[in-house]
């Protein structure tokens, strides 16, 4: 057993780490939150260009294999900087592809593949995640994934369809998240229990993204907070020396870190295909996600009136956190497959 | 990165269950908090040893294996699953061995720790004093100088297990002149039993009488049972403090049984997964598999362990707050029949549920309150500035 990051992986997310600190990401993620996509676009390459997609697709199209351990490590990175855009997403839909290509059904993975792992392409979908596609207005190909809800034998047709368009684009809580109901029919991609299959293995993928970027997020939230609890002064004293300040902090990195050993365990499961992968994904993700919004209301908390403003950058990573908790499994959702997170061990 | 074993960490895993399934007594033992299960409990220790169990990550020479950090957790996980009886060794064990390892003379070695091992001498510890409990600076006690020793003198409190235990170890300030409070303090070893010890059992909260006072009058203390160098002692005890904290006291393996008996428990009651109690059951479950995978990083870590580091603080306060989560999570699930003992007629079968519980009430109390392992990592880790305590 080596339950640790080798050096290229660490490499690889503080590679990303630097590129996104010099990048202004900050400035990116307003404009996009105002349908100015010209910054976030130009982002977007650049986090391309870095490999962050290539672990989610095989080397035949245009990845790099199936890495979820790398594609965590690249997530925390992004969640870390507030990046926006349908990250999440692209990576569900190159999933979803290649295990259709898996199963026979090449076409689609052949056609959009190598061009979102270039960064050339963006893809949006919406599946078991909700009714909506996150970014839709700036997607290249919007994917809705169709069938029987909830069920497990599949005794209805599930659908993969390429959406002709979308509805409004609505407001997310996070101003930087756009969401817009696909329209119905388009053209049909594939069809049956391939589908079905890979759409849940993608979820399973686009879970594990969500809570390594909540992870990101919430390590944003814990890292300027404690920024300005040291710079901060009331009553003639740095508001982090106070205990109340501090236990509040101190208890954000105790969920911090142990969110992270379930985040790489769920990638170590989903690498190797384990029976207990969904449990251990879904548990990610509430512990990921919970540690994230457990931050932003310590950091609102700490801050006080001005991490309140939208002009303060804290508030990009508050309604991030937010809405990451529902993305890709309700928190509900998520515990009660975490249950079962003994029965295959 | 993987989360496989290796051959040799699968064959100890047979080769405990194996014997564990052999040995582990069918029926639960009395509690080690009363007289009557304390000798059950060493005569458990005794067994144990003669299997080489009962220290496993020890030197072979001391009657251990030789295992490492993984190996332990790979042991605890199917000592833990056997339901074997909670350890009467463990202050001596996970506290003094550690420090006697790390500041011992070879004569002390050879001395103190295979009768610790084979479960010959159980080690209580003397830290804890009134007004002082987490804050060691403040210790009253005192070592004075005497030809070829020291005298101890002063008031030990709250020790667990100290009531029937047969030797004790603990900090006294041996140099009064000292410049700063924690300075001056040295590290002892003393009998129990010894002149001038009065031991005065103190029911805990459950009333069970293994909690005990330390009333110390010139009790004698030979220079070769002093563990380092005189007036060094708070250097002594904090490079090994971190073991009262991490990983090696509260095994994942604990947590882990008890999330699975939980979960037995939660289908058993037959209850979708709805409401309050179900979202508190699967977040305990998820916590215990955090901390099972958080001690798999750690053994993963190239190079020895920092017992001493700051990380134990964060380590801390995830244990102990997951072993009342679990334990009341419980509580909460078996409704009226929560409220009983385990000793009662009709307590919940094979659950130790109520035992748990009181045992996971101390937590964030003992080793250093929650409060302290906050500040520590509020100061060592984020660097935040230090407040004034106290």
Known sequence: MRFALDAEQRAFGRVLDRMLSAAGTPAAVRAWARGEHGPGLALWERVAAAGVFQPAAPEAYGGAGLLPVELSVAFVELGRHGVPGPLVETVAALVLLGRLAGAGEAAPAEEWGPRACAGRARLTLAAAGGPYALDADVADAVFVVDGPQGAAGGAGRHTLRLAPGHGPVQPSLDPARRLARPHGDGELLATGPAVRDAAAHAAEWAALATAAQALGVGHALLDRTVAYARRRTQFGAAIGSFQAVKHRLADTLVDLEFARPLLLGAAVALAGDDPGTSAAVAAAKAAACDAAYAAARTALQVHGAIGYTAEYDLSLWIGKARALRSAWGTPRECRAKALGLYDGL | ?390
């Not at chain 2, 169990?53 to 294996?65: D, I, T």
């Not at chain 2, 979960?263 to 009651?269: E, G, P, S």
């Not at chain 2, 059951?281 to 190079?303: C, E, K, T």
Request: net charge negative; aromatic share 8%.
């Open chain 2, 1 to 390: 990165m993987d989360l496989g074993f290796t051959a040799v960490e699968r064959s100890l895993r047979a080769e405990a269950r194996a014997w564990l399934a052999a040995h582990v007594p069918p029926e639960p033992l009395a509690s080690l908090e009363t007289e009557a299960g304390f000798a059950q409990h060493r005569a458990w220790e005794r067994t144990l040893h003669e299997g080489r169990w009962s220290v496993v990550s020890w030197p072979r020479e001391y009657g251990g294996r030789g295992c490492s950090l993984l190996e332990w957790l790979v042991f605890e996980e199917e000592y833990h699953a056997a339901g074997a009886p909670a350890r009467v060794s463990q202050n001596g064990v996970h506290l003094l061995a550690p420090t006697l390892f790390a500041h011992g003379t070879d004569e002390q070695r050879a001395r103190v720790l295979p009768a610790m091992a084979g479960g010959g001498t159980v080690w209580a510890q003397a830290w804890s004093e009134p007004e002082a409990g987490s804050d060691l600076a403040s210790l009253r006690s005192v070592a004075v100088r005497t030809e070829g020793g020291w005298l101890l003198s002063g008031h030990k409190a709250w020790s667990s297990r100290a009531a029937f235990a047969d030797r004790a170890f603990g900090l006294f300030r041996s140099h009064p002149g000292a410049d700063r409070p924690h300075h001056g303090l040295t590290y002892a070893m003393f009998p129990l039993d010894a002149d001038g010890v009065t031991v005065r059992p103190v029911g805990r909260l459950d009333g069970k009488p293994a909690f005990a006072e330390l009333l110390l009058d010139d009790v004698f203390v030979p220079d070769e049972d002093i563990i380092g160098e005189p007036g060094r002692g708070w250097r002594v005890a904090m490079s090994t403090a971190g073991a009262e904290r991490g990983v090696t006291l509260r095994s994942p393996g604990r947590f882990t049984a008890a999330a699975r008996r939980l979960v037995t428990l939660w289908r058993a009651a037959g209850e979708p997964l709805d409401g309050a109690l179900g979202d508190r059951v699967a977040d305990a479950v998820i916590r215990a598999r955090a901390y099972q995978l958080h001690g798999y990083a750690q053994a993963s870590r190239p190079g020895p362990a920092d017992p001493a580091g700051a990380e134990s603080s964060l380590t801390k306060v995830f244990w102990s707050e997951l072993d009342l989560a679990l334990h009341e999570t419980a509580l909460d699930l078996l409704g009226p029949r929560g409220e009983l003992a385990d000793t009662a007629g009709e307590a919940p079968a094979g659950g130790g549920w109520a035992d748990g519980w009181t045992f996971a009430l101390a937590g964030p109390v003992y080793a250093g309150t929650n409060e302290i392992q906050r500040d520590v990592i509020g100061e060592r880790l984020l660097g935040l500035p230090k407040g004034r305590r106290g």
